[in-house]
C-alpha cells in the first residue's frame, strides 16, 4: 500500500478490485450502470492469520500481488488514501489467478 500503513487483523487481506472489461466479447460497449462488479482483484495487505483452539497460529495461505477471484457480495468496502479497497476474510477468497 501507497501512504498507509494499515495492516489487517487475523485471517482477513485487503483487496484492490480490478476493473472489468469495458466491451463484451461481441464488441458491445457496456454502460457504466449495467456493469456488474467484478469478483476479481489484487492482494495489497495480509493479516497474520487465524488461530485454532489450541491458539496456535494458522498463517494465511496468499501474499501481496496475488490476484485472486472472491463472491460478488464479499468483504466490506473501505477508502484508504483516496483509494477503493476491500476487506474480507481469507475464506472469502474462492481461488488464487496464476
Given at each position: 500500500m501507497a501512504k498507509s500503513t494499515f495492516r489487517p487483523l487475523h485471517d482477513r487481506v485487503?483487496?484492490?478490485?480490478?476493473?472489468?472489461?469495458?466491451?463484451?466479447?461481441?464488441?458491445?460497449?457496456?454502460?457504466?450502470t449495467a456493469k456488474e462488479k467484478p469478483s476479481q482483484g489484487e492482494i495489497v495487505a495480509v493479516g497474520p492469520g487465524g488461530r485454532d483452539e489450541a491458539g496456535k497460529l494458522i498463517p494465511i495461505d496468499l501474499k501481496v500481488g496475488d490476484r485472486v477471484l472472491f463472491g460478488k457480495w464479499s468483504g466490506t468496502e473501505v477508502k484508504l488514501d483516496g483509494q477503493e479497497l476491500l476487506i474480507m476474510k481469507e475464506s472469502d477468497i474462492m481461488g488464487v489467478l496464476a
Amino acid at each position: 500500500m501507497a501512504k498507509s500503513t494499515f495492516r489487517p487483523l487475523h485471517d482477513r487481506v485487503v483487496v484492490k478490485r480490478i476493473d472489468a472489461e469495458e466491451k463484451s466479447k461481441g464488441g458491445i460497449i457496456i454502460p457504466d450502470t449495467a456493469k456488474e462488479k467484478p469478483s476479481q482483484g489484487e492482494i495489497v495487505a495480509v493479516g497474520p492469520g487465524g488461530r485454532d483452539e489450541a491458539g496456535k497460529l494458522i498463517p494465511i495461505d496468499l501474499k501481496v500481488g496475488d490476484r485472486v477471484l472472491f463472491g460478488k457480495w464479499s468483504g466490506t468496502e473501505v477508502k484508504l488514501d483516496g483509494q477503493e479497497l476491500l476487506i474480507m476474510k481469507e475464506s472469502d477468497i474462492m481461488g488464487v489467478l496464476a
